[in-house]
Every structure is written in structure tokens, then in C-alpha cells.
């Protein structure tokens, strides 16, 4: 269930770490370095298998920003959130962008050691 939103994805992709999803694309992937209050976090340009939540206000590191919580559309896990607007000029670069946590998406350099290992694709 959910799957049938997943495009050709070269075999390299962000995924879900709950249940394994595709998430998103590493060349969609626009900034590493991003931090949010729980942590480090991805940005990526866009991202599939994803609900999102309501739209609110909401004061970030860098102004405040109307954004929408992200969800995982198949085990309803929140992973993120998509920035709809910055109210600074400098961040209007981040609008319709997708915000992923580092702590709730794994790479592929994680699917050797991370748990996901035993709890993916049955
Ligand atoms: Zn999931």
C-alpha cells in the first residue's frame, strides 16, 4: 500500500525509517546542512509518499514561515515539513521545498547498520 506513488528511483533513495518508503531523491536533496529543533534535517525540492498536515505559522531559526507538517503516507509517521511561504525576502528560496529529519529518514548510507535492516520489506 502506498507504493504505487514510487517513480524509478536508480536504486538510490531516501526512505522512510519506519517502514521503508521512498521518500525522496538524492538529486533532489538542496542543502545538508539544514538544522530544525530536533536536529539536523535535509531539504529536498521535492518528495513523494507524503500527507501533509494543516497549514500554520510558525516561527522558525530564520523567521517566521506558514508551514505544514509532513507524513509518511504509509505508516502515518510525521518525517518533516514543507515550507508553503517565508515571510523574509532572503528565505522566499525555501517555498514549496520539503524539509526531511535526519533522525526519521535513512540513505543510503545507513541501510547496513540501521534497524531498518530487519523491519523493511516483508
Ligand atoms: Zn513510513
Not at 506513488?5 to 538542496?30: Q, T
Not at 525576502?89 to 541501510?111: A, C, P, T
Request: glycine share 10%; proline share 1%.
Amino acid at each position: 500500500m502506498g507504493r504505487i506513488f514510487v517513480v524509478e528511483l536508480d536504486g538510490r533513495s531516501y526512505r522512510c525509517k519506519f517502514c521503508g518508503v521512498h521518500l525522496a531523491m538524492p538529486h533532489d536533496l538542496a542543502s545538508e546542512s539544514f538544522h530544525c529543533r530536533r536536529g539536523k534535517a535535509y531539504l529536498f525540492t521535492n518528495a513523494v509518499n507524503i500527507t501533509m498536515g494543516a497549514l500554520e505559522e510558525r516561527m522558525m531559526l530564520s523567521g517566521m514561515h506558514t508551514v505544514a507538517d509532513i507524513f509518511c503516507c504509509c505508516c502515518g509517521q510525521i518525517v518533516g515539513w514543507k515550507y508553503e511561504a517565508a515571510h523574509e525576502k532572503s528565505q522566499k528560496y525555501k517555498e514549496g521545498e520539503f524539509v526531511l529529519e535526519r533522525g526519521r529518514i535513512v540513505g543510503d548510507m545507513d541501510l547496513s547498520t540501521e534497524i531498518f535492516a530487519d523491519t523493511g520489506f516483508v
